[in-house]
């Protein structure tokens, strides 16, 4: 043999495999073979020295410390339902914002203000001739009013509010 000293037997009681490249492991400090190397697979007993992951709530962001042999999601939970300050926090509404129309009562994630009168509507009412704005300004407002008198002249129609008046001008056109 021209290199005695090269390589090194496993560790490991069952396989005391002769390695040329062992690998050391980090908690207990033996060589170990490929198949091994990890904490897991030689039942190392110092890997809890390894593993130093501390688990965050997801509701304060606080680190909750675990003891070895108890799992870290059962730690959780129970830190979630005794200890956790993030729960108490009250959470904000998403839809917030509610429709102005009398009698609606939609609420929208967005605020939809009116051009001319500023209040906030849903999506269904967003339109000036949809809510029937109180004040009077743009032209496009006069233009739609004036579509909608012009239809409801029309013969055979019925005098009846719409929700819009797109829908009394494809009625109106369907009707011809």
Do not use: Y
């Not at 033996?30 to 697979?41: G, L, N, R, S, V």
């Not at 799992?71 to 129970?78: F, G, I, N, R, T």
């Amino acid at each position: 043999m021209e290199f005695p000293d090269l390589g090194k037997h496993c560790s490991e009681k069952t396989c005391k495999q002769l390695d040329f490249l062992p690998l050391k492991c980090d908690a207990c400090k033996q060589d170990f073979c490929k198949d091994h190397f990890t904490c897991a697979t030689h039942t190392c007993p110092f890997a809890f020295k390894k593993d130093v992951r501390v688990p965050v709530c997801p509701l304060c962001n606080v680190p909750v410390p675990v003891k070895k042999g108890e799992l870290a999601d059962v730690v959780v939970s129970e830190h979630m339902d005794r200890d956790c300050v993030g729960c108490a926090a009250p959470r904000e509404k998403v839809f917030a914002h509610r429709c102005s129309r009398a009698g609606c009562r939609r609420k929208e994630m967005l605020q939809l203000l009116c051009v001319q009168c500023q209040r906030n509507f849903c999506i269904q009412h967003r339109h000036p001739l949809d809510h029937s704005c109180s004040s009077s300004g743009s032209s496009a407002s006069r233009a739609g009013c004036s579509a909608t008198t012009a239809e409801s002249k029309a013969p055979g129609t019925v005098n009846t509010p719409l929700s819009s008046w797109l829908t009394q001008l494809l009625r109106w056109k369907v009707k011809r």
